[in-house]
C-alpha cells in the first residue's frame, strides 16, 4: 500500500490564479499560522451515481472528482454557466476557472479543527453534514487549499490562505446548528487518492462489507469511526428538526430496511438505492442522522 506524499502537485494557471485571487481577499495576519491540519472530504461511499456506487467510482478513476465531474454533490448542486456554484466560484476565484477544463475546479471539504484545539461538531468528521465517510487528506493539501469560516452558503467575509485565518476565533462555532460548526476548504488541485488521502474513513456499518472491500481496492489504508444509529427514540427531534415529513420518512425506512431497528448509513445508502426517496428527503433524513444519531467517537 503506498503512503501518501508530501510532494506539492504541480497546479494549472487557473488554479495558481485562483489561489491568487483568495490571497488578495484575505487579511493579512502578523501571528504565525498553526501548522498545516488535515482536509476532510466527506461524502456516502454507497450512494449510487449512475447505477455505480461512488467509493466504486473512486477505486476505478483513483482520483476524486469535483461537482463539476462527477455530476453530484452533497452540498449546493449547480455547476451550468450562471449556476450557483458556477457564480460563486466565479466570483471568489475572479474568473480563474470560468474557461478552465472541469478537472481543474477545486474540490470542497472541511479543516479538521480537533487538531487545532477546538471541539469537533456532533457526529464524526470535519463536516458530518456532508457524509458518514470522509477521505483524510494529508495536511500539506492545506498548502494549495482556501478556506472561508463558515461556509461559503454563508457569503463569509472570513477567508483567505491558510496564514490569512485566525484559527483561534472561528465564526462557525457561533451558529446554531452543531452541523455547521465547520471551516470550508476548497482544494485547488485534483486529488489523486495513492498521493494526497492518508485514510479512508467510513461508518462502523460498512465493516465486513462490500462497500469496505472496495474502499481497499483504493490502494490507501481504510478505517473505521464507531458510526451513527438512528432510532425510534429520535423521532420527534427529527422531526422538530427538518419536519414531520422527514421524520415519517426515517419511520418508513426503519420499516424497509432495518427491520424496525435502529437505522444506520447503510440502510440510509439502500433507501437511496431503492428509488424511493428523493434527494432533498435523502438529504435531510441524513442530517437528522449525523445531528441525531452519533456513537461516542472513536479516537484512534
Not at 456516502?44 to 465531474?69: C, K, M, N
Not at 484545539?117 to 470522509?134: I, L, V
Not at 433507501?271 to 442522522?289: E, I, P, V
Amino acid at each position: 500500500m503506498a503512503a501518501p506524499s508530501k510532494q506539492t502537485p504541480a497546479l494549472s494557471q487557473a488554479q495558481q490564479s485562483a489561489l491568487h485571487a483568495m490571497h488578495q481577499r484575505g487579511l493579512h495576519r502578523p501571528a504565525p499560522a498553526p501548522a498545516l491540519a488535515a482536509i476532510h472530504i466527506h461524502f456516502h461511499p454507497d450512494w449510487l451515481v449512475g447505477g455505480t456506487p461512488i467509493i466504486a467510482r473512486l477505486a476505478h478513476s483513483g482520483r476524486y472528482l469535483s461537482q463539476f465531474e462527477s455530476g453530484c454533490s452533497n452540498g449546493s448542486y449547480s455547476p451550468e454557466p450562471g449556476g450557483q456554484r458556477w457564480q460563486w466560484e466565479h466570483n471568489w476565484f475572479g474568473g480563474a476557472y470560468d474557461n478552465a477544463p472541469p478537472c481543474e475546479r477545486p474540490v470542497y471539504g472541511a479543516v479538521d479543527l480537533s487538531s487545532l484545539s477546538h471541539t469537533s461538531p456532533c457526529g464524526h468528521g470535519a463536516a458530518p453534514r456532508f457524509g458518514s465517510a470522509w477521505l483524510q487528506l494529508h495536511p500539506a493539501a492545506a498548502s494549495y487549499s482556501s478556506f472561508c469560516d463558515p461556509d461559503s452558503y454563508w457569503q463569509p467575509q472570513h477567508l483567505g490562505l491558510w496564514s490569512q485565518m485566525d484559527w483561534q476565533q472561528l465564526q462557525c462555532l457561533a451558529l446554531s446548528d452543531p452541523l455547521d460548526h465547520y471551516v470550508e476548504a476548497q482544494v485547488h488541485s485534483s486529488l489523486l487518492l495513492t498521493r494526497d488521502v492518508v485514510a479512508i474513513v467510513l461508518d462502523a456499518s460498512f465493516a465486513n462489507t462490500a462497500i469496505a472491500d472496495t474502499a481497499r481496492r483504493c490502494g490507501v489504508l481504510v478505517r473505521f469511526h464507531s458510526g451513527y444509529r438512528f432510532t425510534t427514540a429520535m423521532l420527534d427531534a427529527a422531526a422538530q428538526y427538518r419536519g414531520r415529513p422527514i421524520a415519517d420518512a426515517l419511520h418508513d425506512m426503519q420499516a424497509r430496511f432495518a427491520g424496525g431497528s435502529a437505522l444506520t448509513p447503510a440502510h440510509l445508502g439502500q433507501a437511496q438505492a431503492s428509488g424511493g426517496y428523493d434527494g432533498q428527503t435523502l438529504k435531510k433524513a441524513w442530517h437528522c442522522m449525523a445531528r441525531l444519531g452519533a456513537i461516542a467517537a472513536d479516537r484512534r
